[in-house]
């Protein structure tokens, strides 16, 4: 999220808060979270569009031991695990981390090769938008309850 420089640090978490409120709103209307079966679904759908059917992973699922990734991948074993707190966000950021995961399954690491892959799925700046609004949202003060907890 690009903010003006002018603004102090106070102005741009409300601006960060409110927008992720925003966001939040607008994409929760699909709510309904894919099973396991549908995930793998969808990634067999993702390679096929974006990496010729190249990437085959053999097990995608749901994860909720990782709290500071979003997903993980395992190219030995083919395994493609999603973490539990991107479910109900936009579909289009899901699609982003498991063409991710996809992606090392054919390139293991970080390198040209690899962001070359990710470039041809269109959303990947907004995804990763999304994604980092969601970690500087978890970094700001949460404010007192009307309760006074």
Same mark, same amino acid.
């Given at each position: 999220m690009?903010i003006?420089?002018?603004m ?18 607008q994409?929760s209307?699909?709510?309904? *979270?894919?099973?396991?079966?549908? !995930?793998? &679904?969808? =990634?067999?759908? /993702? ?8 990437? %085959?992973p ?7 031991n ?12 083919g ?6 707190r ?6 289009? *950021?899901?699609d982003?981390?498991? !063409?991710? &995961?996809? =992606?090392?399954? /054919? ?8 962001? %070359?892959?990710l ?18 949202a978890?970094r ?6 009307a309760?006074?907890?």
């Amino acid at each position: 999220m690009l903010i003006p420089a002018r603004m102090s640090e106070a102005e741009e978490q409300r601006w960060v808060t409110v927008m992720l409120d925003k966001l939040a709103a607008q994409e929760s209307k699909n709510k309904r *979270v894919p099973g396991d079966n549908e !995930l793998a &679904e969808r =990634a067999e759908q /993702l390679s096929a569009q974006y990496f010729d059917g190249r990437a %085959r992973p053999t097990s995608v699922r749901w994860v909720t031991n990782q709290n500071t990734r979003w997903g993980s991948c395992t190219p030995a074993e083919g395994s493609i695990r999603l973490s539990h707190r991107l479910q109900g966000m936009p579909e289009y *950021v899901v699609d982003y981390v498991l !063409l991710h &995961e996809l =992606a090392h399954l /054919l390139v293991p690491g970080h390198g040209p090769r690899f962001w %070359r892959l990710l470039d041809a799925y269109p959303r990947t700046e907004r995804a990763r938008g999304y994604l980092e609004g969601v970690v500087a949202a978890d970094r700001l003060p949460h404010p007192p309850s009307a309760r006074g907890d």
